[in-house]
């Protein structure tokens, strides 16, 4: 028997090391709208969101934050949720990778692999970037991450590895045989380029840091955190459960239908999770689908940028829809896109308050007050204006259907909207007005047909239009008269079925036009925020320091900078923002060892642990401190500087000291409080 329709849509889980930002919501809000229309396209639906919360990279944040890594998890993974709700995202349920049913269905996995075969232990020496949680193929000790550009760190350590190397030729073949598994086309090019080019095996587990699931029977090792995120794609439909219910929700709806990312995460999800899959003998999903990003002045909106600009602000301005119906609308999916807050103005304007909402407020009140509000009878004899309207409606439909399928959700609106600007413009020349002041029963008749149109096209751009701006599109369908838009089914949408004489709601403005003051009062928010510590990516540790010096200027540009230049001179002094500062890392440190530098009289070499890692750092202050008391004390450090050398060795941080008189003695800062190692100095 045919298992029922069903349509499994997942986001990527989003690492809980920082806020949400509106790259994180476009994402969630693309798979929404989807899942949406799917709903009302008779699917049985099931839309997966959730957060990623082991690694080290979040134990070092939580470290960072001063508390332990899982209330740093709740905290974080709560804002998530919050701002999925006010977003209104439909999501059925959200995963956190340290839920038991997680961490039991990750287990399960690790050992399904182990019985197949597919794992074995083995020695890890090589870098890893801790920023992207990834082994990469760097030169040597504090080379470069290809990815980001961070230094990578060293790790050498037994490990458990994944035979990745043994599924070259299957991922191969399916690249091959099914060509829709990686969208759009551009990134299956690279993915196949990328596997072509030989896959070594990969480490899945870890030694040095704690914060992970453990290896079944072997505890001292937790799995790599990329098997666990990915894991959550089937552990949050019940696989790894023993209850019958959960066994069949898993056979239900896995595979997934689609896995929605971003770009950058593309191999994570194309090579190994359907390698993972195929060593578990489990049902690979069926797309991958990869979107580019939201782009802020030009670069990536990221919160190690500081560039990003948070939903929150649009809501608490705007309201969800109009970011919703921004982000689809305006963005090419697949392609990166812009944001800024006059663009998203200007949209919501022409397209909602000028668009929409004008031929519903001009429609409903229209029906409300020549026809007592009943949706009134249209005549038999209709215009070759009429008929266009009717015959366009039946072409937007189909229309829409088709792109939104090929994920062209902005054509697909641009597809609605086209109707909703002839019907607009079929209003003013057909001038309902004029015709409701003209005596006689054709002007009546003619009068009804028109407005029969409108409130007709209405309908059907709104029910369209639902997945994207719900809220206000259940509105409008009240409006029209109609019940529960969401149980609306899309798929027998088509001309003539407003009922005549259904009788409409009350008549209120969906979309209140927004002037200039709004687009001043959210770049004023966002100032506010990214300059207070409450946006701040604090806990957004900078692992091993090195920003670019593009990444530099980009802040320096981001969308405080942006706000402030137009509504403020320039100030020509050397002052600098509490941003600039907040770059700064600067921490508590311990040192460990302290030795002179041979050939170098100035020279200390230094270990200190800054409560993450210990540090080597070369620091020219021999000549006012002897080494060996130097040990047991408390210093400050400057964690974020670029690494340099100093005599051939490598000084990774830079220990801050007042520097007196003319020779520039130096004398270490300290604390005559006790203070923890790694604290975090603002
Ligand atoms: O990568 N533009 O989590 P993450 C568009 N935990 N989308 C953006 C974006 C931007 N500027 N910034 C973020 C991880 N995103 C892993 C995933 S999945 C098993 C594990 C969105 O918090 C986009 O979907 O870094 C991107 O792929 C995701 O957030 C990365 O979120």
Redesign the pocket.
């Known amino acids: 028997m045919d298992k029922p329709a069903k349509f499994y849509i997942t986001?990527?889980?989003?690492?809980v090391n920082a806020r949400p930002?509106i790259?994180?919501t476009?994402?969630t809000v693309v798979c929404d709208a989807i899942a949406r229309r799917q709903r009302m396209m008779g699917m049985d639906t099931f839309f997966l969101t959730g957060t990623?919360e082991h690694g080290q990279k979040i134990e070092r944040s939580a470290t960072a934050a001063g508390c332990s890594p899982q209330e740093f998890a709740d905290r974080i993974s709560a804002e998530f949720r919050q701002l999925w709700d006010r977003m209104n995202l439909s999501y059925d349920d959200f995963i956190r990778t340290t839920e038991p049913r997680h961490i039991r269905g990750m287990q399960a996995l690790f050992t399904r692999l182990q019985e197949r075969g597919y794992i074995y232990k083995g020695s890890y020496s090589g870098q890893y970037c801790v920023f992207d949680e990834l082994y990469v193929d760097a030169a040597g000790p504090g080379a470069p991450c290809p990815e980001c550009g961070r230094p990578t760190e060293t790790v050498q350590e037994e490990n458990y590895f994944f035979k990745l190397s043994a599924m070259e030729e299957r991922l191969l073949k399916l690249y091959a045989e099914q060509p829709d598994f990686i969208r759009p086309e551009a990134r299956r090019n690279e993915v196949v380029a990328f596997v072509r080019s030989g896959l070594r095996d990969l480490s899945v587990s870890r030694t040095t840091f704690k914060w992970g699931i453990p290896v079944p029977g072997d505890p001292k090792h937790v799995i790599y955190v990329w098997l666990d995120?990915?894991a959550?794609y089937i552990t949050a439909i019940g696989f790894g459960s023993d209850n019958p219910a959960d066994k069949k929700k898993f056979e239900h709806y896995w595979p997934a239908d689609v896995h929605m990312?971003?770009k950058?995460?593309v191999r994570?999800h194309c090579v190994y999770w359907p390698a993972f899959l195929m060593a578990a003998e489990l049902p690979l999903p069926k797309a991958i689908v990869a979107?580019?990003?939201?782009?802020f002045e030009e670069s990536?909106?990221?919160k190690s940028r500081g560039n990003i600009v948070r939903s929150e602000t649009i809501l608490d301005n705007l309201g969800a829809d109009p970011l919703r119906y921004f982000l689809l609308r305006e963005i090419v999916f697949g392609s990166d896109g812009s944001f800024s807050f006059d663009a998203l103005v200007e949209r919501f304007n022409a397209d909602l308050a000028n668009g929409l909402g004008n031929l519903s407020s001009r429609t409903l009140s229209m029906i409300s007050r020549y026809f007592e509000g009943e949706i009134p009878y249209p005549s038999q004899e209709r215009s070759a204006d009429d008929e266009a309207i009717a015959a366009l409606a039946g072409k937007t439909i189909s229309d829409f259907h088709a792109q939104f399928e090929q994920f062209q959700f902005s054509r697909a609106l641009e597809t609605a909207w086209g109707l909703v600007s002839a019907v607009n413009k079929y209003i003013v020349e057909n001038e309902p007005w004029a015709l409701a002041e003209q005596p006689g029963q054709d002007a009546r008749a003619r009068l009804a047909t028109v407005l029969y149109t409108a409130a007709e096209a209405l309908r059907i751009v709104t029910a369209l239009a639902y997945p994207v701006i719900p809220e206000s599109t259940a509105r409008i369908w009240r409006q029209l008269g109609l019940s529960d838009i969401e149980k609306f089914d899309l798929r027998q949408l088509s001309w003539g079925q407003l009922q005549l004489g259904t009788k409409i709601g009350k008549v209120e403005p969906v979309f209140p036009r927004a002037d200039k003051s709004t687009i001043e009062r959210m770049q004023q928010m966002e100032q506010e925020r990214s300059s207070s510590t409450e946006s701040k990516p604090a806990t957004d540790v900078s692992v091993g320091g090195a920003q670019t010096g593009q990444s530099a200027r980009q802040a320096a540009t981001g969308p405080a900078a942006s706000a402030s230049a137009e509504t403020k001179p320039a100030v020509a002094d050397s002052r600098i923002t509490i941003d600039d500062f907040l770059k700064v890392e600067l921490r508590v440190g311990e040192v460990k060892v302290a030795e002179k530098v041979k050939g170098a009289d100035k020279l200390l070499r230094m270990e200190v642990d800054i409560g993450t890692e210990v540090r080597q750092i070369v620091a020219g202050i021999a000549k006012a401190y002897e080494p060996e008391k130097l040990v047991g004390r408390k210093v400050v450090i400057v964690a974020n500087l670029q690494p340099r050398k100093l005599r051939g060795l490598e000084s990774q941080g830079m220990i801050v000291a007042a520097s007196l008189g003319d020779d520039g003695t130096p004398v270490l800062a300290g604390f005559l409080e006790d203070v923890p190692v790694g604290a975090k100095l603002k």
């Open positions: 986001t990527p889980i989003y690492y930002h790259g994180h476009y994402t990623d995120a990915l959550n990312v971003g950058e995460i994570f979107h580019g990003w939201l782009l990536k909106m990221s």
